[in-house]
């Protein structure tokens, strides 16, 4: 996850009347819990997607772990990350960015990445053409779909507990499953694959908070 706009938000929590206290204790939970389940299972789900010999760019890389793990399963590709917000230490070599513009040519990579980093821009459309701009062959997409009466306060649950201890914006921008298929149109971008059972969460978190909320969708570029 990353931060994609330099704006920050108002209030990182959720509801009102909650404290510093219950995000330290969600956030421990879900570091301790969740974070290296969800690391290792993504990084095998995108590492089989990517086509060999690939190069790769991962935009809102954060600290560069899910990338670097790829490299590690599939040593034939090639990952380059860009964030913009630097963290001190990270696993890969990260070039900073303005969170709108991609600082890259028109198709200098093989394939684009974000991985839960959309939902975080404040114009996820925008953000996507870019992408569709410095990619030759697709996108590759880690996300959500806010779908049915509970999915959106269940979600800015999730980005709260795993977002506001980075600092990151949330400007709780999801998307319906309707809106995702209209925006991949816009593009003119092909659904490959796409993925809603990604099982990024142990029993009994994983019948609140995976559902059909997560997708992983492989978005091919037109020749």
């Given at each position: 996850?990353?931060l994609?706009?330099?704006?920050?938000?108002?209030?990182?929590?959720?509801?009102?009347?909650?404290?510093?206290?219950?995000?330290?204790?969600?956030?421990?939970?879900?570091?301790?819990?969740?974070?290296?389940?969800?690391?290792?299972?993504?990084?095998?789900?995108l590492?089989?997607?990517?086509?060999?010999?690939?190069?790769?760019?991962?935009?809102?890389?954060?600290?560069?772990?899910?990338?670097?793990?790829?490299?590690?399963?599939?040593?034939?590709?090639?990952?380059?990350?860009?964030?913009?917000?630097?963290?001190?230490?990270?696993?890969?070599?990260?070039?900073?960015?303005?969170?709108?513009?991609?600082?890259?040519?028109?198709?200098?990579?093989?394939?684009?990445?974000?991985?839960?980093?959309?939902?975080?821009?404040?114009?996820?459309?925008?953000?996507?053409?870019?992408?569709?701009?410095?990619?030759?062959?697709?996108?590759?997409?880690?996300?959500?779909?806010?779908?049915?009466?509970?999915?959106?306060?269940?979600?800015?649950?999730?980005?709260?507990?795993?977002?506001?201890?980075?600092?990151?914006?949330?400007?709780?921008?999801?998307?319906?499953?309707?809106?995702?298929?209209?925006?991949?149109?816009?593009?003119?971008?092909?659904?490959?694959?796409?993925?809603?059972?990604?099982?990024?969460y142990?029993?009994?978190?994983?019948?609140?908070?995976?559902?059909?909320?997560?997708?992983?969708?492989?978005?091919?570029?037109?020749?």
């Open positions: 996850m990353t994609m706009s330099n704006a920050r938000t108002e209030s990182a929590e959720p509801c009102g009347g909650t404290t510093s206290l219950h995000l330290n204790l969600l956030s421990r939970i879900h570091a301790g819990y969740v974070y290296e389940r969800r690391v290792r299972i993504l990084a095998e789900l590492a089989a997607r990517l086509p060999p010999g690939a190069e790769v760019l991962d935009v809102g890389t954060g600290d560069g772990l899910i990338a670097h793990m790829i490299q590690r399963q599939r040593p034939d590709i090639r990952v380059r990350g860009i964030e913009a917000f630097l963290r001190k230490e990270s696993f890969i070599p990260i070039e900073s960015f303005d969170g709108r513009t991609i600082p890259f040519a028109d198709a200098s990579f093989d394939v684009v990445m974000f991985v839960d980093v959309l939902h975080h821009t404040e114009e996820p459309l925008a953000m996507l053409r870019e992408a569709v701009r410095v990619t030759r062959k697709s996108v590759l997409i880690k996300d959500h779909t806010a779908d049915g009466p509970f999915a959106r306060g269940v979600l800015r649950l999730m980005d709260w507990v795993g977002g506001s201890r980075h600092g990151y914006a949330l400007p709780y921008n999801y998307l319906s499953s309707k809106e995702w298929a209209e925006a991949i149109r816009a593009l003119g971008l092909t659904i490959a694959s796409w993925q809603s059972t990604l099982s990024l142990p029993w009994p978190a994983t019948w609140l908070f995976d559902s059909s909320l997560h997708f992983l969708a492989d978005l091919e570029k037109p020749n």
